[in-house]
């Protein structure tokens, strides 16, 4: 399981806490709307839409939340405002990082993100100058609690995954991107609790961290996701485990 992993496992594990939990609401929010603007409101049909609905609720998002910002998508106006853009850069230690960002101020997005990766030590690159090191992948994970997690990696493979790792009381499994859904269900139909499914930038290789360089680059991650226009942080960084240790204390 990669580094980065390692840090998204933790992030869940800490939890939201009620003063991030509308920030994170807010972003889950616009991708449901981004989602249903771009391919429709029918989550049946939209697969975007079904993994943006899946994660609001694995969020505990409210229901009416969901439903409003469906019909802001269907509607088109607060979509309509919003671009997607993805940047690049570089990190402590090298680390390769992609950003996914949903905006109404491009000019805003870019001057945050640029003060932060320049507060670390790191810098933001050209568009592709990261890209070639990641794979779009399917991510599920599944935490085991006392659930046998060879069964559990039997399972997905049976089910289609690509790979299985585990490690640290928690499975992931890795799919192809538009083989995702039907593992998930798969795996729900076996009774089997998702932690977390989606789509994610899934580093080909990784780049090991020492101390300084992990603490700074988990520092840089978590600064970056909690910029209100980010949606999403992906990276190639593999933390040493007294940094992990020290960070999920």
């Known amino acids: 399981m990669s580094g980065h992993s390692k840090w998204s496992q933790i992030k869940r ?3 939201v806490t009620d003063s ?13 709307t981004m989602a249903a603007r771009q391919g429709g409101a029918d989550p049946e049909s939209n697969f975007r839409l079904r993994l943006a609905v899946q994660r609001a609720r694995d969020s ?11 019909k802001r998508g269907a509607g088109g106006s607060d979509a309509a405002e919003l671009h997607e853009i993805t940047y690049e850069g570089y990190g402590p230690g090298g680390t390769a990082i992609m ?6 101020n491009r000019n805003r997005s870019a001057a945050e993100l ?8 790191g810098n933001l690159g050209e568009a592709g100058c990261v890209a070639w ?13 006392g659930v ?11 089910a289609g995954a690509e790979d299985v790792r585990s490690e640290d009381g928690a499975v992931e499994i890795v799919t192809a991107p538009n083989e995702l859904e039907a593992v998930r269900r798969a795996l729900t139909e076996q009774k089997i609790a998702i932690a977390s499914a989606e789509t994610s930038m899934v580093p080909k290789t990784v780049v090991e961290l020492d101390t300084k360089e992990g603490a700074q680059a988990f520092r840089l991650l978590e600064r970056l996701e909690e910029l209100d226009d980010v949606q999403r942080v992906y990276s190639n960084a593999d933390f040493p485990d007294e940094v ?6």
């Open 99 to 104: 950003v996914d960002v949903l905006t109404d």
């Open 148 to 158: 046998d997690a060879e069964a559990i990696e039997l399972a997905a493979i049976d």
């Open 20 to 32: 991030r939990r509308g920030q994170l609401f807010t972003k889950l929010g616009r991708e449901v």
């Open 13 to 15: 594990q800490k939890g």
């Open 244 to 249: 992990l240790a020290e960070m999920q204390g």
């Open 133 to 145: 090191l990641f794979d779009n992948r399917g991510v599920i994970s599944v935490n085991v609690d």
């Open 60 to 70: 505990n998002m409210p229901n009416e939340t969901i439903e409003r910002a469906l």
């Open 114 to 121: 640029r003060a932060a990766f320049t507060r670390a030590g």
